[in-house]
């Protein structure tokens, strides 16, 4: 079973290495790469702490292990190339499953850079003179690392699968993906803290934490050689054996419920007749905000929203910069956008009874964005004056004033007028499974939305800059509820124009400006979805790898000149609360300082721009093809 398995796992791969696939799994190799080669030379180099380089080890094993078992929270269920239902028919038991799939977990590009990172142990075995019983040591507790992350990864994505079927399952995963992603786009805040370790090493209690942890075990047994403690040794490596079984026998487990079980996705909810809807846009708004309520992923990227603001702005507390404690409330606005980009494609082949009513096309924009509001606006103003009083920063209140409406008002346009410019396919809710790791998400289309929603703050942020200090609210104020009656009007009107398309587009996932003819009514689904990037949505699988490389580091890089090198700093500036960390403008001189952030958010800008810029013209080259017949990705049609 583990070599058919692996065989048929090698030969998915190697037909699958094409077009955007091939590039994104190249991507992800080099950046893995990149990543084992820092931590192997961060490790091998001489340290005025002779315990530094074993502690390093230990905390990036530790940051090395979290990725597996944290990425399929963040990023979807991990790796499904062999799904477990493929074999369910087969006379094979459970744990003989497990054996052969995890056989074929360990082949493929995860795990050959993961053995590469490990290998620093090796290397700081050598590069330390510990002789070569350590060495051996150290090739052995690679290996068994090896095994602990990734058999861990499967049965941490498995008990996931389980407990994300519930709304507590759903904030716990929330909360743990806000707190990584916050941390990751925080660490400005550690910068400081490392510049002391590699000077003074780590504290005596915060090295033994790091090697009771079982990431360190290895690290422990090769520093057990090297001293000649070798039941030290033998209780590591066991202990890391044991583990990998333990893990391997609780996945054989899950996979077991996962195969013969079938729970549903959440208790019948009570219907409720929504008194206060008295009309049809009003009805509409009702049945968003239970959707919002009881739909598991819509509850699940809500409380995100809520967990990375407060995570996001916490955090640099820790280095005694409340910088970011007033704007709790903006940056929770533009997560509630963000994760709101989809509205159209979350309620998928729904949009067929709308079409059969005349003129509902207005109320059920109209509504989606009073539902929004309902949602969004409360915990924004509750964030907002908190944070505010907390902080004690009362002199910031123009700029709140300002931005807050402004923010909510382009979030109430913008998310609409995405949803029904570019949705992006999903099976429809009743064909979903309970498991939120399986339901994709476009981060091109949250991405794109977050700019937009940011953007709309533009004219308000330079009310408060330029005029007086009545003008800012004044057009935040203005600004907001023309936004969102414009671009809510602009979004009802391509849905009015557009429909019979998008619905099409929902159905099939055929984009509607391919024209080609219109097939048979198919009932059959969409296949079960996974996250992605967004850019094979941009057509650049037309694109030379030189262009399509570039508009992937563009769009990757811009954040660091425009919002950590530009925004940061000047929301640093404005304030007063001023950080230096690693932001190049905070060490020059005052006179340079606003010119450098200039610059750095003139770059960031035309990086972004450039690399959309290059996305869309290879889109609009891609829907000049000849369109392509995938009837038979989708099944037969139904007559």
């Known amino acids: 079973m583990v070599v058919v398995l692996i065989r ?64 399929p929270a963040l990023f979807g269920g991990g790796d499904e190339t062999l799904r477990p239902e493929h ?27 993961t053995l590469v990172a490990f290998a620093a142990l090796v290397v700081v075995a050598v590069r330390t003179g510990l002789g070569a019983a350590a060495t051996a040591v150290g090739v052995l507790a690679v290996v068994l690392q090896l095994m602990v992350c990734v058999l861990a990864s499967r049965l941490v994505t498995a008990a996931l699968g389980q407990v994300m079927r519930s709304k507590a399952g759903a904030a716990l995963a929330a909360l743990v993906s806000a707190v990584v992603l916050a941390g990751l786009h925080s660490t400005w805040v550690l910068s400081p803290l490392a510049q002391s370790v590699l000077r003074t090493g780590f504290s005596g209690s915060f090295s033994a934490w790091v090697a009771a942890l079982p990431s360190g075990w290895g690290v422990v047994a ?65 049945r968003e905000l239970r959707t919002w309520s009881r739909d598991l992923p819509r509850f699940h990227y809500l409380v995100f929203a809520l967990c990375y603001a407060l995570a996001f702005c916490l955090l640099p507390l820790a280095v005694g910069a409340p910088v970011f404690l007033p704007w709790t409330g903006t940056v929770f606005a533009l997560w509630v956008a963000a994760i709101a ?64 409406p402004a923010l909510l008002g382009g979030g109430a346009g913008v998310t609409v007028l995405v949803s029904v410019l570019r949705p992006s396919p999903l099976p429809d809710p009743h064909r979903r499974g309970g498991n ?30 330029l005029g007086p200090v009545w003008a800012g609210p004044v057009v935040g104020l203005t600004g907001g509820v023309v936004l969102a009656w414009a671009l809510g009007r602009v979004a009802a009107t391509r849905l009015r124009s557009s429909a019979p398309e998008l619905l099409l587009h929902l159905r099939t996932g055929v984009s509607p400006g391919r024209r080609r003819p219109a097939p048979a009514l198919d009932l059959e689904p969409l296949s079960r979805s996974k996250p992605s990037l967004g850019l094979d949505r941009l ?92 009837r038979a990705a989708h099944g037969p049609s139904v007559p």
């Open 8 to 71: 048929m796992k090698l030969a998915v791969l190697r037909h699958s290495m094409t077009g955007r696939r091939a590039f994104q799994m190249l991507t992800g190799a080099l950046a893995g790469l990149v990543l084992a080669g820092g931590l192997i030379a961060l490790v091998g180099r001489d340290h005025a702490v002779a315990s530094l380089p074993f502690d390093l080890l230990g905390v990036g094993f530790a940051l090395w292990a979290a990725g597996w078992l944290l990425g």
């Open 87 to 113: 074999f369910s028919l087969l006379s094979c038991t459970p744990r003989g499953l497990a054996a052969g799939l995890a056989g074929a977990a360990f082949v493929g590009v995860a795990p050959l850079v």
């Open 222 to 286: 090769v520093r057990a050689a090297g001293e000649g403690r070798w039941p030290a040794v033998a209780a590591a490596l066991a202990g890391l054996a044991v583990l990998a079984l333990a893990c391997w026998y609780g996945w054989a487990a899950l996979l077991k419920r996962r195969l013969t079980t079938r729970r549903p996705n959440g208790r019948p909810a009570r219907v409720t007749t929504g008194g206060w809807a008295k009309g049809p846009t009003t009805a509409v708004a009702a």
């Open 341 to 404: 980009a989809n509205l159209y494609g979350e309620d998928g082949t729904e949009l067929w009874g709308k079409m059969m009513i005349p003129g509902a096309e207005r109320h059920d924009v109209r509504g989606r964005q009073l539902a929004w509001l309902m949602v969004a606006a409360p915990p924004t103003i509750v964030l907002t004056v908190a944070m505010v009083v907390l902080s004690g920063r009362y002199d910031l209140w123009p700029w709140l004033v300002a931005l807050v």
């Open 436 to 465: 939120l790791l399986e339901n994709g998400i476009d981060f091109a289309q949250v991405l794109l939305v977050l700019i937009l929603t940011a953007a709309t703050a533009v004219p308000a942020y330079a009310a408060v800059r």
């Open 539 to 630: 057509g650049l699988d037309l694109a030379p790898a030189g262009r399509r490389a570039y508009v992937v580091a563009s769009l990757t890089l811009c954040w660091v000149p425009l919002v950590a090198q530009g925004v940061v700093p000047a929301l640093m500036l404005t304030t007063g609360e001023i950080t230096r960390s690693w932001f190049l403008a905070l060490y020059l001189p005052p006179p340079l300082r606003w010119p450098t952030i200039i610059a750095m958010i003139t770059l960031g800008s035309v990086l972004l721009v450039t690399g959309l810029g290059i996305g869309l013209y290879y889109l609009a080259r891609s829907r000049r093809q000849p369109p392509v017949d995938d």
